[in-house]
């Protein structure tokens, strides 16, 4: 590790801050219907999609009503994409006619964008057209992103006020956010990423004459304004199977460092979103602390870990000084692959721009450990806010009746139901993280896909699941996804990942939504200091991460001391 | 911090006869259908019962079953001891109920066939008595059920339930009728209205509530059993998911190995102590002679943050004292007090005597009656008292009074402008007179008691409200509120005025607890959160009330909020602190386990345990053994201090929250020593 190293993180992690300071507060006053500097351009547009639409803007939704609609869209948006991935041989801009995909790979990918998750079974330029990567996958990037931000917004209305029946309007929550925020924001980046040298074009290729004489083609698309929106989204999903270490996704350092920033901007803005909503900025800062340490700690961990190099290659003559190089963009580095890949994991982007199955065993094990966490350090756009929030519930619940009080979050009593619904969301990563890896290591069918056994192949495998379930859709590599059993299985992974958590937590807004608000006295469980910051790490370590230990020590942390003990597999 | 701490029974925390009591009721409680009520020490024996079987059955066919058979055993300690801990915490309940059902002896009742005639009376047994029934009590008689007088008066000795042996009045009519089953009158007779079904006397629901039979689990129990099931679903997960990698890293798991795991994570700790907690806090109340009615009402007092606390007898002494005098021109101060000494020899009501100390204890009059002197006793018709003596006359009372009785149109102006102010404060201005001379004005007025101001600023710092009820005029009440320092008062004050002021009090989200006895109490005890009944408050009051107080002394509102805020503190810190074990298990049985698969996972066992046997060993024992070690903590409960609830919890969290990391990694240890030493494993 050096000094420019470190200096290199923690500058693009203030500059996250402060660029998301404004955002956060943008976003409030979007959320509460407020005019913004972009309502004279854009207000009329809103007004047009409610009128053509027939919404009323001003009825608002119980949280049922909020929950089905949301739903309701998510479900009509998977089969619109399925049905594109499906037809896209049929389809207009499909200039070299690829073949739609098969059924089931549809269904993985189709699940995978709605989800958020960005999971890819395939490789983008070879697979898809410029079409379908742009009505397809570039435009449910904006809606799964929008999704999981109007949950964040309906959950923090709850803690608002007392005795609310409802939680806002779906449809217009879902609708601003993707016109005031996501858009503009996402316009701007693909401009400034077509400056750095990011292509955004409808041709599909180049044909370029190497020096040899070798004719080379060279592929190429509508990938700036995909890779703004997968970025800002924390999506993950690229154009080309490589991914953000492409170099037609992310030629330099300054593009890295920009589509770090993309990827932080809204889970860090969305803390403060919360504090403005609820009232309390305070509160809004202690949930970015608590993320923040997780990161600071991930990429202390994984950038520790990486600079020190790989010891077997050390005994064989290799300079320890460059570290773990392999598998890295030299354009970027150590630190820079480092924290972009700790950045993607800890949010639910899953972009990557180095080959993680080429980390060290603990540089690999914190971006798992991240997503077993349930993404919530700060977690994907929206996703992580309302994943946070459950567990500084259940962290409130535990250890709240020790001031002497049954337990309440922002004046609202937590009880039974809330209890219920944040243990049944909760229950859900082990749940299909474990359940999932187990079963699959279980059948031959299933080893199968690894193409190593040992220690390694089980990372790749507990990877996979969590990846898929934590809708994070980073890849370790290394294993064939496309197959009947993993796209079938990390389809439904992603599906209860994101459905049978966030059912929950609208429930929990409902519940908590209806309650009474207790005024704040010197008898109330602080949960704005520096003591809550530590206890909610301390709850997020041990609830959230610790059940995951047996399966973490016979995978990373096996090869790890193994690896420092002269093995390899 | 007040006198009712010394007035608690003490039971010793740990007796012999209590010890082998819960013993026996521990294995009994070991039947999985009570033991269901109790998913995470359910599970436990479940998994108990499946390694035992498997242990057996190893040693029947000769394998070595040493190791699995210890295992079985530390499970089973880890259930008994959480019944254990259940049982004794039920057992300091049952001693009390055993006295209060010697008290239930079958009496014979006088059933008056016509209630207007009392001589006409037929003797049956006090179990066959029904709800409306009319019976004649004398003296020397035992009231034979609950009920409420509807004639007479008579003296009652309530020990059986108070254990207070000062017998009390009842009588016909007022806030004073109800009688209670068991009791003694003591002198004169009553006839009452029978008002309890047969079984659901005051007596027999005491008893009820204090074996524990009508324990239900409280709102909060039940968030906190939600989720330590949760918990061990998550862990059950983990562990069976754990087979199959395991089975892919070429590791060999055996049940009995897997089952200690298992049961080191999930929250036994808590799950074992969590009833004992609840029922330890209600007898904590009852040692302090409060019946609460449910485990929600003792809840319900920690969350309390406004009370509603009645000025006479809780924030003043019951009357009114003398505090200062004021002597006319002329007249000094010892010749005032001289006067009013004399003066008051014939007042024998409370006021009258707080002269005399105030007196005493200023000028250091001592109250002597002159040779020959003739007392004129107070009375309520002319509000006078005085002494006549060698022609001298002496008399004290109400301002006008004395005025008339002096033949004095205007005092003079420094005793009109004392009188005036006195009654601005909300004093009361007795004046004294010699002859036709107006000698001076004495104050009297409500004496706060003394360390209430800091009580209440105790609780303001607890966060919790106080708000004084009086029927004062508002502008006496403030004077007092200021005085006493409490937040907010009623002034003038009807029953209705209260039921109001909790409504709207409540509409905020703020719990209230207030004290009661009369009926016109009810409906304001009824929508309180929690509603403290006087033992000496009518019928209607103790059904609205959802907490008795044996003693009747309303001051204990305090405590009790207190000790329910204890309550909930203990399950809280041993929440925590089974949490925080968690993460010492996964070093000490981890390594052990994957150790043939991958030695290199030695690392991981920062502990050093000796063996790998000895590790999942010592790592049950402690699991087993930490259970048995809290069981006093969670009896006695964790102290509770007044000093807020940000520095409450960071003293607390850091207790039982680093604390339950930190130590059983040293536990763990020394019970590794300990096995390895005497050559167990």
Redesign the interface.
């Known amino acids: 590790m050096t000094i420019r190293g470190w200096a290199e993180i923690l500058l693009v992690l203030v500059v996250a801050v402060l660029l998301a300071w404004p955002v956060g507060i943008h976003i409030a006053r979007v959320a509460e219907g407020k005019r913004t500097f972009l309502h004279p351009l854009l207000g009329p547009i809103e007004r047009t999609f409610y009128t053509l639409s027939r919404i009323d803007p001003a009825q608002e939704m119980s949280w049922q009503q909020y929950t089905f609609a949301l739903l309701a869209l998510n479900a009509i948006h998977f089969l619109m994409l399925y049905a594109i991935l499906r037809l896209q041989f049929y389809l207009p801009l499909n200039p070299d006619h690829l073949a739609g995909m098969s059924p089931r790979l549809a269904f993985n990918t189709a699940m995978s964008f709605v989800t958020n998750t960005n999971w890819q079974a395939y490789s983008g330029e070879t697979t898809l057209s410029p079409g379908s990567q742009m009505w397809g996958l570039t435009s449910h990037m904006f809606v799964s992103a929008g999704t999981g931000i109007t949950v964040a917004l309906a959950l923090s209305r709850a803690f608002a006020r007392?005795g609310l029946k409802t939680l806002g309007n779906f449809w217009v929550d879902l609708t601003r956010i993707v016109l005031y925020v996501l858009l503009p924001i996402a316009v701007v980046a693909a401009f400034v990423l077509v400056a750095l040298g990011v292509p955004q074009t409808l041709a599909t290729h180049a044909d370029a004459t190497t020096l040899e004489g070798l004719r080379q083609t060279i592929a190429m698309g509508p990938v700036a304004f995909m890779e703004a929106i997968k970025q800002l989204g924390t999506n993950g999903g690229g154009y080309f199977n490589a991914n953000s270490a492409h170099p037609f996704e992310n030629p330099n350092a300054f593009s890295c460092i920009l589509e770090i920033l993309l990827v932080l901007l809204i889970p860090f803005a969305l803390t403060f979103t919360f504090g403005h909503i609820v009232g309390e900025k305070r509160q809004g800062y202690v949930l970015l602390a608590v993320a923040g340490i997780f990161l600071l700690a991930a990429v202390a961990v994984a950038y520790s870990s990486e600079a020190q190099g790989n010891p077997l290659l050390t005994a064989i003559g290799v300079d320890a000084t460059q570290g773990n190089m392999e598998g890295k963009e030299i354009r970027f580095g150590i630190p820079l692959s480092v924290l972009f890949n700790v950045v993607t994991t800890a949010t639910s982007c899953g972009a990557v721009n180095a080959m993680l199955d080429s980390y060290m065993p603990l540089g690999g094990m914190v971006s798992m450990f991240l997503m077993q966490l349930g993404e919530v350090v700060p977690g994907g756009v929206g996703s992580g806010l309302y994943g946070l929030i459950v567990f500084a519930v259940?962290a409130v619940?535990?250890?709240?009746?020790?001031?002497?009080?049954?337990p309440e979050y922002l004046?609202k009593k937590?009880?039974?139901k809330?209890?219920?619904l944040a243990?049944?969301a909760?229950?859900i990563l082990?749940?299909s993280i474990?359940?999932g890896?187990?079963?699959s290591?279980?059948l031959p069918e299933a080893?199968a896909s690894l193409a190593i056994g040992?220690?390694h192949?089980?990372s790749e495998m507990l990877y996979a699941f969590t990846s898929a379930t934590a809708n994070n859709g980073s890849a370790f590599a290394g294993i064939s996804a496309d197959t009947p059993w993993l796209d079938t299985t990390l389809g439904i992974a992603m599906l209860l990942g994101r459905y049978a958590f966030l059912v929950p937590v609208l429930a929990i807004a409902g519940s908590l939504g209806e309650k009474?608000?207790?005024?704040a006295?010197?008898?109330?469980?602080?949960t704005d200091?520096l003591?809550f910051v530590?206890?909610l790490c301390?709850v997020v370590f041990?609830?959230g991460g610790?059940?995951?230990?047996?399966?973490l020590?016979?995978g990373p942390?096996?090869e790890h001391?193994?690896l420092?003990?002269g093995?390899s597999f | 911090m007040t006198s009712h701490h010394s007035k608690a029974e003490r039971i010793p925390l740990l007796d012999r006869s209590l010890l082998s009591r819960a013993l026996q009721d521990a294995f009994r409680k070991l039947d999985p259908r009570e033991l269901i009520r109790n998913p995470v020490i359910f599970v436990t024996e479940i998994v108990s019962a499946l390694v035992t079987l498997l242990a057996v059955r190893d040693f029947a066919i000769g394998k070595p079953s040493l190791f699995s058979l210890s295992i079985a055993v530390f499970l089973w300690l880890t259930v008994l001891f959480a019944t254990f801990a259940e049982a004794i915490a039920e057992g300091r309940g049952r001693a009390r109920a055993e006295t209060l059902r010697r008290m239930r002896t079958e009496t014979l009742a006088k059933l008056l066939p016509n209630p207007a005639d009392r001589a006409v009376f037929k003797p049956v047994p006090a179990s066959e008595l029904n709800v409306g029934d009319h019976v004649l009590v004398e003296a020397g008689d035992i009231i034979p059920s609950d009920g409420e007088a509807v004639e007479g008066i008579a003296s009652v000795n309530e020990a059986a339930i108070t254990g207070e042996s000062a017998p009390v009045i009842r009588e016909a009519g007022g806030d004073r009728s109800a009688v209670t089953g068991g009791t003694l009158v003591v002198s004169d007779w009553l006839v009452i209205r029978i008002t309890a079904a047969r079984g659901t006397t005051f007596l027999d629901r005491m008893i009820r509530l204090v074996e524990g039979a009508e324990r239900r689990k409280t709102p909060n129990e039940i968030a906190l059993d939600i989720l330590l099931a949760g918990l061990t679903l998550i862990f059950l997960i983990a562990v069976v998911t754990l087979v199959s990698f395991a089975h892919y890293s070429g590791a060999t798991l055996s049940i009995p190995v897997l089952a200690a795991l298992f049961v080191c994570l999930i929250p036994t700790t808590i799950g074992g102590l969590l009833s004992a907690i609840g029922i330890a806090g209600m007898d904590r109340l009852l040692r302090f002679n409060v019946l609460a009615t449910s485990g929600r009402a003792v809840e319900a007092a920690g969350d309390v943050d406004t009370l509603l606390l009645d000025k006479t007898g809780t924030i003043t002494l019951g009357n009114r004292m003398a505090a200062s005098i004021v002597p006319g021109p002329g007249v000094t101060e010892q010749e005032l007090a001289q006067a009013a000494v004399l003066a008051s020899l014939g007042d024998d009501t409370p006021e009258g005597r707080s002269i005399l100390a105030f007196a005493r204890g200023r000028y250091g009059i001592a109250a002597e009656k002159p040779e020959g002197a003739k007392v004129v006793p107070f009375s309520a018709q002319t509000r006078l008292s005085g002494l006549d003596h060698e022609g001298q006359t002496w008399r004290k009372g109400a301002v006008d009074s004395i005025c008339q009785w002096a033949g004095v149109e205007n005092m003079p102006s420094v005793l009109t402008n004392a009188v005036e102010r006195i009654a601005r404060a909300g004093g009361t201005p007795l004046a004294v007179a010699r002859g036709r001379q107006i000698m001076g004005v004495i104050e009297l007025k409500d004496i706060v008691k003394p360390g209430i101001r800091e009580r209440f600023a105790a609780l303001r710092r607890m966060g919790i409200r106080t708000v004084m009820v009086t029927g004062d005029n508002r502008l006496t009440a403030a004077a007092i509120a200021g005085e006493a320092g409490v937040d907010d008062f009623i002034a003038e004050a009807t029953p209705q005025d209260k039921l109001s002021y909790i409504r709207r009090v409540q509409s905020e989200g703020r719990l209230v607890a207030m004290t009661g006895d009369g009926t016109n109490d009810a409906p304001a005890l009824a929508q309180a959160d929690v509603g403290v009944v006087m033992q000496t408050g009518t019928q209607a009051a103790r059904e609205a009330g959802n907490m008795v107080d044996l003693d009747s002394d309303p001051t204990k509102l305090i405590e009790i909020v207190e000790i329910g805020k204890q309550l909930l503190i203990t399950r809280g810190a041993l929440t925590t602190f089974s949490i925080a074990n968690d993460v010492s298990k996964y070093f000490a049985i981890l390594p052990a386990i994957f150790v043939t698969a991958y030695p290199e996972l030695e690392a991981l066992n920062v502990m050093r345990l000796n063996s790998p046997q000895s590790a999942i060993l010592s790592a049950v024992i402690f699991n087993a053994l930490i259970i048995v070690l809290l069981v006093p903590l969670a009896l006695r409960g964790v102290r509770f201090r007044p000093i807020g609830a940000a520095e409450l919890l960071r003293r607390n969290l850091l207790l039982y929250g680093v604390g339950g990391i930190v130590a059983p990694f040293i536990g763990i240890k020394l019970i590794d020593m300990f096995i390895t030493a005497l050559g167990l494993s």
């Open positions: 007392g259940l619940f535990l250890a709240g009746l020790m001031v002497g009080r049954t004046g937590i009880q039974a809330e209890v219920k243990v049944l909760v229950l082990p749940l474990l359940g890896t187990a079963l290591l279980a080893r040992g220690p192949g089980l009474v608000k207790v005024p006295s010197t008898g109330t469980f602080p200091g003591l530590g206890l301390g041990i609830v610790l059940q995951f230990m047996p399966a020590s016979l942390l096996a001391f193994a420092f003990a093995k």
